[in-house]
């Protein structure tokens, strides 16, 4: 797959199946752009998503496979491929011979048991056979007398027994098929003219055969920016609400960083919409997504009205569209099969595509040293899944223990144990309480121990309070990146006396490996001039010393 990247897709970038087209009431579509928000993404997430996969969480190879053995096409395939034994007739294409094609229609169901079938269940049993030669399931020969003939073919018995490396091999190389397919069809407009000679040759024109091309790519890197956003999309998601409307994703790909949707890029997002439509409707009949089209009504509504009736709100803005209005709209849904088939895309190019848990299988100095250094990595559940079947203080005094150190990663090991312990709760106690006199871990045990309620808790010492208040911001600066809002903030907060420069004076003889780039940040970014002042003058001092 191609590295997903925003950019302002104009009506070429969408394709041009979707060139000129244009929804009913465009600019309602600010209302699907508002669900942007409310799948938890924003802008500084896509900017990290878009260089960094984030971890997704799958289920095992057994329960993927089942999910692949149920999807209907597939699951045709392989019944159509039974059938063929011992062996069964084809034609020199390999396709079902016209006698055995209504059979196969009423073997799939498609087709009455008596009489004649219609028409589109023949085509979708086609189709099914289709696959399943693609696939190897059946393999084409010719006999000793000059036949045509299909075998089911090594795959096929493993497969039905539901072997799942062979399943889901199979039902990948059939994703990747649907995939390509779906592309050819997006770009299929704009074939050369055909001469009308009758011979089926077309004229020499290598400028049509550009443009064909052109759109082939264009429809391929739009819905393979569109499969990514909707991977990325998932894994942040809040179980249940993985679901986004069609306009959300077309916004993702069209708007630019940090903009609101114009009303000329709503006309792109809409182009973006109906180029996607076809595609995403193809990859849903594979079980790669959960889609509802675009509702066709909302193009036949349009016919009649004048421009400004269709694109122009209301006086007072546009209302806001209801749950089943914005539907007409389309949704769509990676399912899991979806993330595994888009996660090996990912893979097979060379992307880091983790899986939740990846840092999660070794002790805890293996999962805080993996987490603080992994760039991919959500946190939060990659310690639920090392924490899952654990005893609660033998857990915590096992995380404790691996959040000592003086190196780089140190502070940012201590942040995710103090993580760690807030997810264990109460059971953690006793072994925070056993560190209370621990010169690194003290004044995070003691601030752990207040948060959960205790009234006994020793203050800590002048020293080891200053000590944790270097290394709490510390692990931020690391955590954040440097990020510069964020540490406005988090600099904001910084617990500076009236005396700044008494404060600041104790600070920067603190003995951490961070003192120095911690005064500096406060320098840079305290709002107060005189604490900034000073801050940079403790900072020097601090690297003097050292």
């Known amino acids: 797959m191609a590295a997903r990247r925003r950019r302002n897709a104009g009506p070429s970038a969408a394709g041009t199946p979707g060139e000129g ?23 500084e997430d896509l900017d990290d998503a878009a260089v960094l996969v984030p971890p997704v969480r799958l289920p095992g190879e057994p329960e993927l496979a089942a999910l692949a053995k149920a999807v209907p096409m597939f699951d045709w395939a ?115 003219d055909r001469d009308e000679d009758g011979d089926g040759e077309a004229e020499e024109d290598e400028e049509g055969l550009g443009e064909v091309e052109d759109a082939r790519d264009e429809a391929a890197e739009l819905l393979d920016e569109a499969l990514q956003v909707l991977y990325e999309t998932t894994a942040f998601a809040e179980p249940g609400i993985e679901t986004v409307p069609l306009g959300v994703l077309a916004a993702l790909l069209v708007v630019p960083e940090g903009e609101e949707p114009s009303d000329e890029l709503l006309g792109d997002i809409t182009d973006v919409m109906v180029a996607l439509d076809p595609m995403l409707a193809d990859l849903a ?55 595994y088939g888009i996660r090996q895309w990912l893979l097979e190019d060379g992307y880091d595509a983790p899986l939740v848990g990846d840092l999660a299988g070794g002790d805890a100095a293996e999962l805080l040293r993996g987490v603080s250094e992994a760039a991919n990595v959500l946190p939060e559940e990659e310690l639920k899944v090392w924490l899952d079947g654990r005893e609660p203080v033998a857990a915590a005094r096992e995380l404790l223990a691996a959040a000592r150190g003086s190196d780089a990663y140190a502070p940012m090991r201590r942040m995710l144990c103090h993580s760690a312990l807030t997810l264990i709760g109460a059971p953690a106690e006793p072994a925070v309480r056993e560190v209370l006199d621990d010169p690194e871990l003290a004044g995070g045990a003691a601030a752990w121990l207040v948060a959960l309620g205790a009234a006994d808790v020793p203050a800590p010492d002048r020293a080891t309070a200053l000590w944790t208040v270097v290394d709490a911001f510390a692990a931020q600066l690391l955590d954040t990146g440097g990020d510069p809002e964020l540490l406005r903030e988090l600099v904001a907060e910084l617990p500076v006396t009236d005396d700044p420069a008494d404060y600041l004076g104790e600070l920067w003889r603190v003995e951490h490996p961070y003192t120095a780039d911690v005064l500096e940040a406060v ?5 107060d001039r005189a604490v900034a002042k000073e801050a940079r003058k403790a900072a020097f001092k601090a690297r003097s010393r050292g």
């Open 21 to 43: 087209a244009v929804l009913p009431a465009d600019l309602e579509l600010q209302d699907l752009y508002g669900a942007f928000a409310a799948h938890g993404l924003d802008d």
């Open 78 to 192: 392989l019944r159509l491929a039974r059938w063929a034994a011992p062996h069964r007739a084809v034609d020199e294409f390999g396709d079902l011979t016209a006698p055995d094609r209504l059979p196969a229609a009423r073997l799939l169901g498609l087709a009455p048991e008596e009489g004649d079938g219609p028409e589109e269940a023949v085509v979708e049993a086609m189709r099914a056979w289709s696959l399943a030669c693609d696939l190897d399931l059946v393999e084409i020969g010719t006999t000793a007398a000059g036949e045509h003939v299909a075998v089911p073919g090594p795959d096929l018995e493993p497969a039905e027994e539901g072997d799942p490396e062979t399943v889901l091999e199979l039902w990948l190389t059939a994703a990747g098929i649907v995939r390509e397919l779906a592309v050819e069809a997006d770009s299929q407009e704009l074939e050369p």
């Open 285 to 339: 009949e594979l079980g790669l997504l959960d889609y509802r089209p675009i509702d066709p009504e909302l193009f036949d509504e349009e016919e009649g009205e004048d421009e400004d009736a269709a694109g122009a709100p209301a006086e007072g803005g546009p209302e806001e569209l209801d749950e089943a209005e914005s539907a007409r709209f389309g949704l769509v849904r990676l399912t899991p099969l979806g993330q």
């Open 523 to 527: 320098g840079e970014m305290h709002p």
